[in-house]
């Protein structure tokens, strides 16, 4: 057995994987503390945009981290407004301002960051517009609605010289660091095969009617660049996920998240071929994505990971709802949220390395310890310049692989796919779905 990972210090995992390489890049040259206007001993200034659910917990984070402080709050419900507003102000005794357009706050000199918990198709243009403003950025997954937006983010980080976290926590976890470490230092052999799962017990989310826009909240500013629709009452404030006009579905919204473990392990970045089978099978409702999907991904290099998502049967893979399993040439690593195990060829446990802090692996909201460490990295990455852990050209390249399932599934043809700059490769109907229609005057701009 080897020693419980929460007793090993992560800054020797962060300084030792960083030195190997394995998964902490820099972001595109920039000096991490560049356009920080405050001193290494002053608090990172943070606005939070989109607070309902992952933004909560993102807000009470930077509102508990040690060195950064929310000064505004920033959401379209008026309601889940004043609600977020009170908690952070408990937790940091002082009192946030609290706004319902995000734009506000780019006017403001006094904040260095953007925090954007608000839902797939505000990501991009959000990201964008705050690069521009000269904020630095912690962006939840995936990194964008759609393969173009993703493109243009990266793009507008390089040009505007800021800092730009994905919020794929685990790779600031010091038990993922470790064993990705391991891996790539020939602990199972040459890695191979990923398979990587998400397995939950979703209701249906019905039929909806039309109805009239709630008093608090403000409709058209939360459509955003989205096309505009009249208002249902099953669309807000979660089910947009499962909608094309703002979500990613299944794939990007818990995917994106292993499937980055699998590719971060394997040392791949885009793949030659991308296939997907499934469906919405468990419930005939306004669900427009997959409950049930199987990806597959094959690389250059001769490796594979294959995703399998079942979003309304909550059988668990391996007694896990969700995880990631390493398959090599002398064993293989199972990994999830709590740790790790390590078998050699003949199915014999030879490590067992789990925390003693237990993840619910299927909260919606996603508040541990990850997400505090990750936010940690993100407020040192401008602060004192320790490299990001999560840079966006490397969760834009995570998050394309889920919209390519998207696309592969949607058009039901094996996708051929540039290894070298993801891009699709002779299937005009796929590429359409390359990027998206605006609303008028909406359309990000890098």
Do not use: C
């Not at 080897?2 to 820099?26: H, M, Q, Y």
């Not at 541990?368 to 401008?382: P, S």
């Not at 043809?413 to 490769?425: C, T, V």
């Amino acid at each position: 057995m080897e020693p419980n990972a929460s007793s090993i210090d992560r800054r020797s995992f962060l300084k030792a994987a960083s030195a190997a390489g394995v998964g902490l890049w820099a972001s595109g040259g920039l000096s991490p503390a560049y356009g920080y206007r405050g001193s290494p001993n002053e608090r990172l200034r943070v606005a939070v945009m989109g607070v309902n659910g992952r933004g909560e917990v993102l807000a009470k984070s930077f509102a508990t981290a040690q060195d950064s402080e929310v000064v505004y709050i920033v959401d379209v419900d008026t309601q889940v407004l004043a609600k977020v507003v009170g908690a952070v102000e408990e937790l940091q005794e002082k009192k946030p301002e609290g706004v319902v357009d995000y734009r506000r706050t780019l006017d403001d000199r006094n904040v260095d960051a953007l925090v954007i918990a608000a839902p797939d198709h505000w990501h991009a243009l959000a990201t964008i517009n705050g690069l521009k403003a000269g904020k630095h950025v912690y962006v939840e997954k995936p990194a964008a609605h759609n393969p173009a937006e993703g493109e243009l983010m990266v793009a507008a980080q390089r040009k505007y010289d800021r800092l730009v976290q994905m919020g794929n926590q685990q790779r600031s976890d010091p038990r993922s660091i470790e064993i990705v470490q391991q891996i790539r230092e020939g602990l199972i052999g040459r890695p191979y095969y990923a398979r990587t799962w998400y397995a939950n017990a979703r209701p249906s989310i019905g039929i909806g009617k039309p109805a009239a826009v709630p008093a608090h909240l403000d409709w058209e500013l939360w459509q955003g660049p989205a096309p505009r629709v009249p208002f249902h009452d099953n669309y807000v404030h979660y089910n947009w996920h499962w909608f094309w006009n703002w979500g990613t579905g299944e794939v990007a919204n818990n995917g994106t998240h292993e499937i980055d473990l699998a590719r971060w392990a394997l040392g791949v970045d885009y793949p030659v071929r991308v296939t997907s089978v499934g469906g919405r099978y468990h419930y005939q409702d306004d669900w427009q994505f997959y409950d049930t999907q199987d990806v597959g991904y094959d690389f250059a290099d001769g490796k594979t990971i294959v995703w399998q998502g079942r979003s309304s049967n909550g059988f668990p893979v391996l007694n896990r709802g969700r995880g990631t399993s390493i398959h090599g040439t002398e064993g293989t690593v199972v990994l999830d949220r709590d740790g790790y195990l390590v078998y050699d060829l003949k199915n014999n446990l030879v490590q067992d390395v789990s925390g003693q802090e237990k993840i619910d692996a299927l909260d919606t909201r996603g508040g541990d310890v990850m997400t505090d460490r990750h936010i940690e990295n993100f407020i040192n990455a401008v602060r004192v310049s320790e490299r990001l852990n999560a840079p966006i050209h490397e969760g834009h390249v995570s998050s394309l692989l889920t919209h390519l399932g998207n696309i592969a599934q949607r058009t039901g043809d094996a996708l051929r796919i540039d290894p070298k700059s993801g891009h699709i490769i002779g299937n005009a109907e796929a590429q359409k779905l390359w990027g998206r229609e605006y609303a008028p005057g909406w359309a990000p701009v890098v």
